[in-house]
């Protein structure tokens, strides 16, 4: 776990991110999906992308 902004970014958000983005969702389908599943505030969600994604490179 780490921390983003003031978001949290647990292995669980981090591992559905990464799956998401391999079946090519867009940064903004992303970013939608962390507000709505895991309430992660809109300011954070793009970091939060952002980060896994370079996390996995």
């Not at 949290?8 to 507000?35: F, K, Q, Y």
């Amino acid at each position: 776990m780490w921390k983003v902004g003031n978001t949290v970014i647990t292995s669980e958000m981090a591992d559905e991110v990464h799956d998401r983005a391999n079946e090519e969702w867009s940064i903004g389908a992303l970013t939608s999906m962390l507000i709505r599943d895991y309430n992660v505030e809109p300011s954070d969600a793009e970091k939060v992308v952002q980060a896994v994604l370079e996390l996995n490179e």
